[in-house]
């Protein structure tokens, strides 16, 4: 794992780069958070959707309000870069549109946009 900083509107961001995936379960996530927290410093995490589980994307494990629970829980804002057009579930989709429509979880399809979104308050 590699974990570039950048400072936008003076807001530090975590650029997470791995060809790994990074979260399988909750404690995973929680692992990230942590690490995170502590090598930069910042609040904020850029992570590529190829870092998680796919088993996120499917609703029916309760695995993606498990762990946004625990972003939301420790303060931390994410934005997730990928194509998410791939995916056809309605509670999925809804979930998404409304995490975009929020202040702390964004699914984006570019790295700038998430940097835009993790910096706009």
Known sequence: MD????IKNNIPIA????ED????DV????????????????NRIVLNKA???EDFFKL??????EILQKFINYDVKVAIVGDFSIYTSK??????????HGKDVFFVS????????????
């Open 60 to 65: 029916s494990t309760c695995l993606a309000g």
């Open 51 to 53: 870092t998680i589980t």
């Open 110 to 121: 570019t790295e700038d946009e998430a940097i835009e979104r993790l910096t706009s308050d």
């Open 91 to 100: 509670p999925l989709k809804d979930l998404m549109y409304e995490s975009n």
């Open 21 to 24: 995936q990074l979260i399988t």
């Open 3 to 6: 974990i570039k900083t950048i």
């Open 15 to 18: 650029l997470i780069n791995s």
């Open 27 to 42: 404690q995973s996530a929680l692992d990230l958070i942590m690490t995170v927290n502590y090598e930069t410093g910042s």
